[in-house]
Antibody
Framework: QLQLQESGPGVVKPSETLSLTCTVS??????????WGWIRQPPGKGLEWIGS???????FYSPPLKSRVTVFADTSKNQFSLKLNSVTAADTAVYYC??????????????????WGQGTMVIVSS | DIQMTQSPSSLSASVGDRVTMTCRAT??????LNWYQQRPGKAPKLLIY???TLQSGVPSRFSGSGSGTDFTLTISSLQPEDFATYYC??????????FGGGTKVESK
């Protein structure tokens, strides 16, 4: 059974870089037709897609965050990571790593987030 | 970008009630619409995909409908474990999958 686990600092100073890693177990991030990505949820608020990486390495980012975000993989460790630059208090959130699966249920073109990490809280504070 | 709007943002209901919530997209997304349930402190869980297909293991009291821009999630008889927040998500513009703001179902 595929599992995802986030790791990284729980506190980041304003203007610095938030770095998180997602370790994948029970499957390979090089498996075809999957995207691997990050979603965040500020305290008491909704879910926000940050960015995703296709198994081939191509990346896609949320337009409001695009200038500050990088998602990349280390296939040798079966991990993928998130870097978010120049953080502010508005970046305080629970960060989830996720797998996006396509053609779900045998329906062509339908994608769902089928596996989620447990989430890790990151606080931006001096 | 496709924006998703859910209403109401919260509702109060009792066990056994029929509960309905809606989700609207800023453009037609056909049936590329998923519903997730999130309990406090937990990651979201998929309930319904392709607007109306129940995920395996999800109770049949949950149902989804709609196509185009307007969608509905219905809980036919609310159970204690259903008090949670529900999010719709469009999967039309993969991988830029946007979520609605959520509907929180609270106990009356």
């Amino acid at each position: 059974q595929l599992q995802l686990q986030e790791s990284g600092p729980g506190v980041v100073k304003p203007s610095e870089t938030l770095s998180l890693t997602c370790t994948v177990s029970g499957g390979s991030i090089s498996s075809s037709s999957y995207y691997w990505g990050w979603i965040r949820q500020p305290p008491g608020k909704g879910l926000e897609w940050i960015g995703s990486m296709y198994y081939s390495g191509r990346t896609f980012y949320s337009p409001p965050l695009k200038s500050r975000v990088t998602v990349f993989a280390d296939t040798s460790k079966n991990q993928f990571s998130l870097k978010l630059n120049s953080v502010t208090a508005a970046d305080t959130a629970v960060y989830y790593c996720v797998r996006l699966a396509g053609d779900y249920g045998g329906i062509p073109g339908h994608y769902i987030y089928d596996v989620w990490g447990q989430g890790t809280m990151v606080i931006v504070s001096s | 970008d496709i924006q998703m709007t859910q209403s109401p943002s919260s509702l109060s209901a009792s066990v056994g009630d029929r509960v309905t919530m809606t989700c609207r997209a800023t453009q037609s997304i056909n049936n590329y619409l998923n519903w997730y349930q999130q309990r406090p402190g937990k990651a979201p869980k998929l309930l319904i995909y392709a607007a109306s297909t129940l995920q395996s293991g999800v109770p049949s009291r949950f149902s989804g409908s709609g196509s185009g821009t307007d969608f509905t999630l219905t809980i036919s008889s609310l159970q204690p474990e259903d008090f949670a927040t529900y999010y719709c998500q469009q999967s039309y513009n993969t991988p830029s999958l946007t979520f609605g703001g959520g509907t929180k179902v609270e106990s009356k």
